[in-house]
């Protein structure tokens, strides 16, 4: 589990093709107090530490994690964002993330609000249901709020809004957002959840 509360902003070093991709992931933590086997959100996604060492770690990305995951992610010089796996006791500053992507979603506009930027999203039908106005999603892994949302022009897809602060965009990747950008999504837990049993009990009708 995770809080979508980012921690550090790694770097990819180094991608081997092998079964799988092995990524290597440069980052600020003190790596021996991350064990092999634990669980790094790289921006949205659960990986496993697989291999570490001074400043940085290793993860293997399966084809099943890069066919969900955001177009053109996994590669050489990338930036991601960080978090490590929640503790017992640690303060839940975000919403509960899990680091399972549900789907891709498209960054289509850009906007100066103030100090802030206002991102306009765009995504599929089917996450219609689970993203609502003042509701909480993870995008990349981040935490947060949806500020409105809206059908998308001629029936495509649906629109939501979403305001990045000075401190998120200087602690994440937000800080260079732009228009075409792919991000991972996740959609709240209890959202999926509730989504799960109306249909199962539509099914039963």
């Known amino acids: 589990m995770f809080t979508g509360i980012i921690t550090d902003v790694g770097r990819i070093e180094a991608v081997e093709a092998r079964g ?8 600020g933590y003190d790596m021996a107090t991350v064990d092999l086997g634990a ?16 400043n940085w770690f290793a993860v293997d990305v399966s ?11 996994w ?41 802030s930027r206002q991102l306009t999203v765009a995504a599929h039908f089917q996450l219609a249901p689970f993203i609502a106005e ?3 999603i993870a995008l990349d892994g981040v935490s947060l709020t949806v500020n ?23 602690h994440t990747t937000f800080a260079d957002v732009e228009p075409g ?16 049993m109306l249909e199962a009990r539509a099914s039963r009708v």
């Open 20 to 27: 799988d991709l092995r990524v290597r992931i440069g980052c």
């Open 39 to 54: 669980s790094i959100a790289c921006s949205g996604v659960c990986l496993t530490v697989v291999d570490k060492g001074e």
């Open 63 to 73: 084809e099943e994690t890069k066919r969900r995951t955001a177009p053109m992610l």
């Open 75 to 115: 590669q050489e010089g990338k930036k991601l964002n960080l978090e490590r796996a929640l503790k017992v006791g640690d303060e839940l500053g975000g919403h509960i993330v899990t680091g399972h992507v549900d789907d891709v979603v498209e960054v289509v506009g850009v906007e100066p609000v103030g100090d």
């Open 134 to 136: 003042k509701g909480t």
């Open 148 to 170: 409105k949302v809206w059908d998308g022009p001629d029936g495509d897809g649906i629109r939501f809004g979403i305001n990045i602060i000075p401190h998120s965009a200087a």
């Open 181 to 196: 950008r792919w991000l991972n999504v996740e959609i709240d837990i209890l959202a999926r959840y509730l989504g799960r």
